[in-house]
């Protein structure tokens, strides 16, 4: 062997050599980075130190934007300033257009002694992941050199895909550590405020904002409210018409929105609108991501990610509101929580049922009123009310509502009930006992005697909320509701009528007598009305 084949050998083995010190170092740091940013990071500082050069930048390609964003920078440099580093970022988009490394020197905007070598990060056969730039001054970049940075790409590429799937993996958990704290929130049953308070503090603290609100969409006024928010006065903020602005936006594109860079005080802002089933909800956003970068992708996955979490919350908190709207004084507490537990709520919206319905109504009312003070007669309604709605929904009435001094009352809706015609006449006959009483107290106090009728009547009938977006109330539609006022208009003083249904579905437990020959307006016919007497034991 000659003295020239002998020191290529030689050199050949000491690039052997540099490449496998360069392959363990590498594999090192990829077992011990804990993160992509520190992996990056690690390969940067050991590039610098293992090629001899001053700077070295990493860039990637953002897989969402498809932007070249600066990775990681290790740089031991006196020369590279902020002016450099723009035509660095500039380079890096020629370089991740390579098929394969180049030295470049002589370059525009950087000192002429200054020699940079371009490497695009390929992994596979085409993917393109980036490009590293290193750079130093004086010395040229060798073939040998060049053959180890080729070594290095070769681990580089696996070691990115690595961090990338180690990426997905911890957003994803992330993302499913906040779910389960907002299920947690969820399940407190908190009330809506509060509710919506836990939630924005959660999302700041976890996509790391300054600020966070929510702002629900008002139907009557079609506008948005802010609800919640993490600032005490964030509507009175200066920009306050920015973030508002951007809600508006997403509400109108219905996507999220997202933007950075904005300004020195409002430097980015997110929103996302909140719809479900079509209906709007209202925006959830938040403002100022720490950091100069703004909010990232990740951010905007993860928003997304709970969305869903978010405005299914709202939505059922907004039921429960309307829930107790609409029933909180017609309904007893046991069956409204009966209802609550329930996570079907649409008999609000109107259902076809059979049901029994009452109406109560005092004997001569008119002439009571005209021979009994105002203030006197107020008071005696208002105890008659009051001891009627407690008979009611002792048997698990509804109070549907109060025409003057008639009580009408529903059995059977809104929670099922097979028993509801005997609850309904059970209901009737205490009602009568305890207007005795009522009668017997408030005759010692002067007023003149006076006497109830009850009419009851059993059918299908539509049941659910029914008025303006202004005003409601849960009642019910059809000729048995009709029906069962005109048996009440006929009813005399302690008599509890019922109609041919309702006889028909509790005859084996009642002792009633038929009263035939009836005629109603708006029913055509003899109508035959049985007068209960008492419930058979």
Partial sequence: MSEQELKKLQEKLALKQRELELMVAMDKIRDTSTEPGALLAGIASLLVEQLAVQVCLIFLIDRESGEIELAALSDHSDWVNDEIQTSFCALA????????????????????????????????????????????????????????????????????????TSEILRHRQRELD?????????????????????????????????????????????????RASTHAAITSLPYFSQIDQAAQKALQEADLVCCNALGSELRSVMCLPLILNEQIIGVIGVVNRYGPAGFTAADRRLLNAIGSQIDTAIYERNEIRILRRVLGRSVDPRVMERLLANPDMDFLKGELVELTVLYADIRGSTALAERTPPGVLVEFIRDYLSRMTEVVLKHEGTIDKFVGDEVMALFGVPIPQPDHTLRAIRAGLEMQAEYEKLQTQWQQRGLPPTSIGIGIATGEMIAGEMGSSQRSNYTVIGRPANLGSRICEVAQGGQVLVSQRTFDLASQQVQAAPITGNNFKGVPGKVTVYHVGRILE
């Avoid at 999302?203 to 139907?219: K, N, P, R, V």
């Fill in 178 to 226: 906040t779910i389960f704290r907002l299920d947690h929130i969820r399940d407190q049953n908190l009330p809506l405020n509060e509710m919506l308070t836990a939630v924005i503090q959660e999302l700041t603290t976890t996509i790391q904002a300054e600020m966070g609100l929510i702002m629900l969409y008002d139907l009557a006024g079609k506008k948005l409210e802010t």
């Fill in 93 to 164: 988009e020629q370089a991740v257009r390579l098929k394969h490394i180049e030295a470049w020197h002589a370059l525009q905007g950087f000192p002429p002694q200054v020699q940079l070598l371009a490497v695009p990060i390929i992994f596979g056969a085409d993917e393109n992941l980036g490009a590293i730039l290193l750079s130093r001054a004086e010395r040229p970049f060798t073939p040998e050199e060049i053959l180890l940075m080729q070594t290095a790409e070769d681990q580089i590429d696996s070691a990115i895909i690595q961090g990338f």
